[in-house]
């Protein structure tokens, strides 16, 4: 995997059926789209005619649910022929999906679940994904999930088994920045350190969505505005990792267009002062003071 | 090691899929597993427990489903009300799991599940409603074809028409139900008041146009003509069949106005790539005559 494999798109958001229409019509300011895999993994119809018109304006990303790559069932060879028919249609600029199991069994729980972290669950998901990699002949993107139970067997931290699958697999990190912090809340651990051990030249997508706060525990919902704890992270994020393509995901509660572009805009603007920081912090670094975080007032700057 | 792991997943996707009685607390929820046991496996703390934690993704995946089923068949929905829509899918899936990779694929067993379900007793109609609720969705998403278009047929030389063979777009299925379900799911989707349908069998076809899917209720003799077109019967046997022992003026207009409706809608295509041996089998068997 390279990182040449994964170029800067800009700033982007989830293509929903509910802007279908404005989308074809209007054709908006957007850098890229992701859309949903399985949602154009149909033999033929609306959704596939959408899509050729958004490709001949957009670079779009494929982003999977059901790829299982963790399941200790066969890999399911029918539904990865199928992605990558999809692909050799559309022209993705990359194929991603999560790192979970969603089922055993034949069976399919329709969610994203966690799995023990433990040396033996990454050669047993490295070994897939290399599979996986082969077939589809290209690198693909795996993102950390929200989780919600961590095993007790696990023997290493999330962040570790996430950089490890993904070194042992060769393939590419989609580092969503909300997932961390849930976790982080979730199973209380710091999320700048996990920010911090992720292997910078991994890491090719970012993903930014918000969250609903459950009280004991919160809850990946897709369907609040992002959180202000979640832009200083991905300020964190930007000013380690560069210049990652970034996706905003919104799937309830859908907003206007319009709203989406405001948050892609403040992600760039966010990206470009780190850019900016970084850039700065190197050059003090060769003598001078180093640069003074501005995250408390990214919270209030970008919080509403 | 993939046996330790595989023995996790079948264990949690046991407990996971588990129907628990409506109004059972979280913490309280053992789905067929010892709390010892389940905290053994899953790292608990204070603040939410190993069962706990374990009911967040019980709750996902049941109202995950649950909400996914209600947009895909909001007929069935409506008809059942909101709490035994609930329990009914609830049932539903512990007898149909999803398998597919695909949850637009949850529903298509519910038909199937409808007609044998004591609770939904009061809406015997409620398969039917099902059924073509779920011919929609496959109609959405069905194949692509080119329709034939009534100027490409005009052009055909007349005498090459009794050899001509039809056949249905992907998208174009004909279903046969007990009760006359289309008015009942038209006043669903108008978001006005339902009644029962009656008990008379209604036979409807469902395609697709141009992206958009409809549905209409036709006769007996139309549904039969699809029912030709589907076996790749030449237009002499279509004409034949559907006139039936009828030689008059009648039957002839009868299959112009189902052609020209055919046409306009885009429900018909022309079978070039049948094979010229088995259709001229087809085009000699009798009416209503053995297939062996």
Same mark, same amino acid.
């Given at each position: 995997?390279?990182?040449?494999?994964?170029?800067?798109?800009?700033?982007?958001?989830?293509?929903?059926?509910?802007?279908?229409?404005?989308?074809?019509?209007?054709?908006?300011?957007?850098?890229?789209?992701?859309?949903?895999?399985?949602?154009?993994?149909?033999?033929?119809?609306?959704?596939?005619?959408?899509?050729?018109?958004?490709?001949?304006?957009?670079?779009? @990303?494929?982003?999977?649910?059901?790829?299982?790559?963790?399941?200790?069932?066969?890999?399911?060879?029918?539904?990865?022929?199928?992605?990558?028919?999809?692909?050799?249609?559309?022209?993705?600029?990359?194929?991603?999906?999560?790192?979970?199991?969603?089922? @055993?069994? &034949?069976?399919?729980?329709?969610?994203?679940? =966690?799995?023990?972290?433990?040396?033996?669950?990454?050669?047993?998901?490295?070994?897939?994904?290399? %599979?996986?990699?082969?077939?589809?002949?290209?690198?693909?993107?795996?993102?950390?999930?929200?989780?919600?139970?961590?095993?007790?067997?696990?023997?290493?931290?999330?962040?570790?088994?996430?950089?490890?699958?993904?070194?042992?697999? *060769?393939?590419?990190?989609?580092?969503?920045?909300?997932?961390?912090?849930?976790?982080?809340?979730?199973?209380?651990?710091?999320?700048?350190?996990?920010?911090?051990?992720?292997?910078?030249?991994?890491?090719?997508?970012?993903?930014?969505? &918000?969250?609903?706060?459950? &009280?004991?525990?919160?809850?990946?919902?897709?369907?609040? =505005?992002?959180?202000?704890? @979640?832009?200083?992270?991905?300020?964190?994020?930007?000013?380690?990792?560069?210049?990652?393509?970034?996706?905003?995901?919104?799937? *309830?509660?859908?907003? %206007?267009?319009?709203?989406?572009?405001?948050?892609?805009?403040?992600?760039?603007?966010?990206?470009?002062?780190?850019?900016?920081?970084?850039?700065?912090? %190197?050059?003090?670094?060769?003598?001078?003071?180093?640069?003074?975080?501005?995250?408390?007032?990214?919270?209030? *700057?970008?919080?509403? | 090691?993939?046996?330790?792991?595989?023995?996790?997943?079948?264990?949690?996707?046991?407990?996971?899929?588990?129907?628990?009685?409506?109004?059972?607390?979280?913490?309280?929820?053992?789905?067929?597993?010892?709390?010892?046991?389940? $905290?053994?496996?899953?790292?608990?703390?204070?603040?939410?427990?190993?069962?706990?934690?374990?009911?967040?993704?019980?709750?996902?995946?049941?109202?995950?489903?649950?909400?996914?089923?209600?947009?895909?068949?909001?007929?069935?929905?409506?008809?059942?009300?909101?709490?035994?829509?609930?329990?009914? +899918?609830?049932?539903?899936?512990?007898?149909?799991?999803?398998?597919?990779?695909?949850?637009?694929?949850?529903?298509?067993?519910?038909?199937?599940?409808?007609?044998?379900?004591?609770?939904?007793?009061?809406?015997?109609? +409620?398969?039917?409603?099902?059924?073509?609720?779920?011919?929609?969705?496959? !109609?959405?998403?069905?194949?692509?074809?080119?329709?034939?278009?009534? $100027? /490409?047929?005009?052009?055909?030389?007349?005498?090459?028409?009794?050899?001509?063979?039809?056949?249905?777009?992907?998208?174009?299925?004909?279903?046969?139900?007990?009760?006359?379900?289309?008015?009942?799911?038209?006043?669903?989707?108008?978001?006005?008041?339902?009644?029962?349908?009656?008990?008379?069998?209604?036979?409807?076809? /469902?395609?697709?146009?141009?992206?958009?899917?409809?549905?209409?209720?036709?006769?007996?003799? $139309?549904?039969?003509?699809?029912?030709?077109?589907?076996?790749?019967?030449?237009?002499?046997?279509?004409?034949?069949?559907?006139?039936?022992?009828?030689?008059?003026?009648?039957?002839?207009?009868?299959?112009?106005?189902?052609?020209?409706?055919?046409? !306009?809608?885009?429900?018909?295509?022309?079978?070039?790539?049948?094979?010229?041996?088995?259709?001229?089998?087809?085009?000699?068997?009798?009416?209503?005559?053995?297939?062996?």
């Amino acid at each position: 995997m390279k990182r040449a494999d994964f170029p800067f798109l800009g700033f982007g958001v989830g293509l929903r059926r509910e802007h279908y229409e404005l989308v074809l019509a209007e054709k908006p300011a957007i850098d890229w789209f992701e859309v949903i895999s399985e949602n154009f993994m149909v033999a033929g119809g609306r959704p596939l005619q959408v899509l050729e018109s958004v490709r001949e304006r957009y670079p779009i @990303v494929l982003h999977g649910v059901s790829l299982s790559i963790g399941s200790t069932d066969r890999l399911d060879r029918q539904y990865i022929a199928e992605l990558k028919a999809l692909a050799r249609r559309f022209e993705p600029a990359w194929v991603s999906d999560h790192l979970c199991w969603t089922g @055993v069994d &034949g069976r399919n729980l329709h969610d994203l679940l =966690p799995l023990p972290y433990t040396s033996t669950v990454v050669r047993h998901v490295a070994r897939r994904v290399r %599979q996986v990699q082969d077939i589809l002949e290209r690198p693909i993107l795996l993102e950390n999930v929200s989780t919600y139970m961590r095993f007790a067997e696990s023997t290493m931290s999330e962040w570790e088994f996430l950089a490890a699958v993904a070194e042992q697999a *060769d393939c590419g990190i989609l580092l969503d920045v909300n997932n961390i912090f849930v976790n982080a809340f979730n199973h209380r651990f710091d999320p700048v350190q996990y920010i911090s051990s992720i292997p910078v030249e991994r890491v090719a997508q970012f993903h930014l969505a &918000g969250h609903s706060d459950h &009280g004991a525990y919160l809850l990946d919902t897709h369907d609040h =505005p992002i959180r202000p704890e @979640v832009w200083s992270l991905y300020e964190l994020a930007a000013r380690r990792f560069g210049a990652v393509s970034t996706l905003i995901e919104w799937d *309830d509660n859908i907003p %206007q267009f319009s709203e989406l572009q405001t948050v892609a805009k403040t992600a760039r603007r966010i990206f470009d002062a780190s850019s900016a920081r970084e850039r700065d912090s %190197q050059k003090s670094n060769d003598g001078k003071k180093p640069a003074k975080s501005s995250a408390p007032a990214l919270q209030s *700057d970008y919080g509403a | 090691m993939e046996k330790s792991l595989q023995s996790l997943q079948r264990l949690l996707y046991k407990a996971i899929t588990a129907p628990e009685p409506a109004g059972t607390p979280a913490h309280a929820l053992g789905r067929g597993l010892a709390a010892s046991r389940l $905290e053994a496996i899953i790292a608990g703390d204070e603040r939410l427990s190993a069962a706990e934690r374990l009911a967040i993704y019980a709750n996902a995946y049941f109202y995950r489903l649950l909400e996914c089923l209600r947009d895909d068949f909001p007929a069935t929905a409506t008809i059942a009300g909101a709490e035994r829509f609930l329990e009914l +899918i609830r049932d539903y899936l512990a007898a149909y799991p999803p398998s597919h990779h695909s949850v637009t694929y949850a529903g298509r067993f519910l038909a199937d599940f409808l007609c044998n379900y004591h609770g939904v007793q009061q809406y015997p109609f +409620i398969a039917d409603v099902a059924r073509l609720e779920w011919t929609l969705i496959e !109609a959405f998403q069905a194949r692509d074809a080119v329709a034939l278009k009534a $100027e /490409v047929l005009r052009a055909i030389a007349p005498e090459r028409w009794p050899e001509l063979r039809f056949k249905t777009p992907p998208a174009l299925s004909v279903i046969d139900c007990r009760w006359r379900v289309t008015e009942l799911l038209r006043a669903v989707q108008e978001g006005n008041e339902w009644r029962p349908p009656e008990a008379t069998s209604q036979n409807v076809v /469902v395609w697709r146009q141009d992206a958009t899917v409809y549905y209409r209720e036709i006769t007996r003799r $139309e549904r039969d003509a699809f029912s030709l077109l589907a076996q790749g019967s030449s237009f002499a046997v279509l004409c034949e069949r559907i006139a039936g022992t009828r030689a008059d003026s009648k039957a002839v207009q009868e299959i112009n106005r189902m052609i020209e409706r055919w046409l !306009a809608d885009g429900c018909l295509m022309l079978d070039d790539g049948a094979a010229p041996a088995r259709a001229k089998a087809a085009a000699k068997r009798p009416p209503d005559g053995p297939t062996t």
